[in-house]
């Protein structure tokens, strides 16, 4: 049996099962929602005789009775035929009928309809939307919006030394991460990395520890390394650097992906070698790609440096955050005001730079 046909034996064999959990996933969750709005608009109270906040109704909904529900429900609802009683995991895998009957006429038009309607009312209450104080309670705020109004320019000095600090935190992260991102891209790129076990066994892993790292914030990366090599701005250009890496590997790894495959067939074809492959085949095709990529993430991490200084990675959130505590508004007004001129001449800058390079 050819290696096509092991794989398309896999999918159908696999198909059935992505379909019942995606159906039983969504189904589940829907239980859980209407569980947690039942309870929401019951008027349950809590010992102290308050209405129950959203975290204590969290603890009280019935998972593991959702999950074996919504487990049976998938189960039944797998077994329908046909356009309209097709399950939305169906649908999703095995994709559906263009020309079928319009979303209102089927089950799976309906429960997509209700369950995004449940979702945006359960955000609502988990979340604790209170439009009322917003509105009504805007005098609390005036003292800060008027300082805000009328900055001060006790602070202009520092700010701008520590702003200067900020940007070169921001270029040094980015600096640092563009080789490793370079090397790691090649690896994470499915289409480079299909040919063996170990290359997709590598793909798989560097995939993994990428999503890992990016989805911890640079601040917490930033407190990390704070408690390594202290409080300073070095702290903090490695907090972005790491966040850079995994980011830009993502970036440039799905550019990869998305080449002209011509000349990488050309090359093979007359016996180069998987380095000639990479040099002549792939790198011309995605350098412009890089470049842009590499100046929109110099762009965040200016924004994202200004944050991390609020827990003491250097830059002009240093003298932030303890001038927002103290209620020191005119002077906060002055440092918000060179933040967003620095990101909105950053912002102008890098969008002409892709604009050129692209």
Partial sequence: ????????AWRRVLEPFQVFLIDAGLIGLGILMVELLVISFSGRRSPTGFLLPAEEIL??????????????????????????????????????????????????????????????????LVTE?????????????????????????????????????????AFMATAFAIPMAFVIAF??????????FWSRSLYTFTRTVMNLTRAVEPLVWALIFISWVGIGPFAGVLALWLHSIAALTKLY??????????????ITATGGSMLQVMRYGVVPQVIPPFLSFTIYRWDIN????????????????????PRVDLGQWGEVG?????IAGTVWAMDILSAKIREKIV
Avoid: C
């Avoid at 790129?189 to 063996?196: D, I, K, P, S, V």
């Fill in 1 to 8: 049996m050819s290696k096509g046909a092991r794989r398309s």
């Fill in 59 to 124: 603890d009280l909904l019935h998972y593991g009775r959702a999950a074996l529900g919504a487990a049976l429900a998938a189960l039944v609802w797998g077994r329908a035929e046909g356009g309209v009683a097709i399950s939305p995991g169906a649908a999703l895998i095995r994709g559906v009928d263009a020309a079928g009957p319009p979303w209102t006429r089927t089950l799976r038009g309906w429960f997509s309809f209700l369950l995004a309607e449940a979702t945006f009312f359960t955000g609502w």
């Fill in 129 to 169: 939307v209170q439009l009322m104080q917003f509105l009504t309670q805007f005098d609390k705020a005036q003292d800060m919006v008027r300082g805000l109004l009328n900055p001060s320019s006790a602070v202009l000095h520092q700010g701008l030394v520590l702003l200067v600090q900020t940007i070169f935190l």
């Fill in 187 to 196: 690896m994470a790129a499915r289409n480079l990395t299909r040919g063996t």
């Fill in 253 to 266: 790894s799905e550019q990869i992906e998305n080449i002209d495959t011509g000349p990488v067939d050309a």
């Fill in 302 to 321: 200016v924004r994202m440096s200004t944050i991390i200084g609020f827990v003491g990675g250097g830059g002009i959130g240093y003298i932030l955050k």
């Fill in 334 to 338: 002055t440092l918000v005001l060179l």
